[in-house]
C-alpha cells in the first residue's frame, strides 16, 4: 500500500467543524487501521489557542469522540506543503484558503464534503447556533470522514 495522505481540515475559527472532523476523522480511521496525518485550522487568528466550543465538545464526547488538548490555529502557508489534502468546511474557507495557497499546491484543496455521496457540499457553522444545528453539522462531518477514507483506501490500494 502507498504511503498515506496526510489531511488538514479548515474551518473558519478552528473551535468547531474543523476541530470535530479532525477527531471524527482520526477515530474512524483508527477504526479502519489507517494511521494518517490529520490536523485542523481556522482561516481567521481569532480564536488562535482557544479550545474547542464547549457545545462541540459536548457533542463530539456524547459520540465517543475525544477533543481533549486540541486548540485552535490558523492556516499558514507552509501547510500547503506540508500536508496532501487541505479540505474546507465550506465554500467561504475553500475561498480564502484559495487566496492564501501558493499556486502549484491548489490541487490539494477541495471541500470535506467533496468525497462524500450527500447532497450538501457544505458543512453549516454551528458557532453559537442551536443543538439541532450543531448535530446536523456533526452528522454531516460523519458522513464526510467516511467518504474521506473511502476515497483514501480506493488510491491507496
Sequence with gaps: ???????????????????LAEAVLKTKAQQRGLV?????????????????????????????Y????????QV?????????MVLAADKANLAALYDLCPREYRNKLALFLSYSDVDEKEIPDPYKGSQVRHQKAFELIEQGSDGVLNYITSIAA
Design 1 to 19: 500500500m502507498e504511503s498515506m495522505p496526510s489531511i488538514l481540515i479548515v474551518c473558519m475559527g478552528n473551535i468547531c467543524r474543523s476541530p
Design 36 to 64: 494518517l496525518n490529520i490536523a485542523s485550522a481556522g482561516t481567521i487568528r481569532d480564536q488562535v489557542g482557544n479550545s474547542p466550543d464547549r457545545q462541540v465538545q459536548s457533542l463530539a464526547s456524547q459520540h465517543g
Design 76 to 84: 499558514t502557508k507552509n501547510d500547503f506543503s506540508n500536508y496532501d
Design 66 to 73: 475525544d477533543l481533549n488538548g486540541l486548540t485552535a490555529t
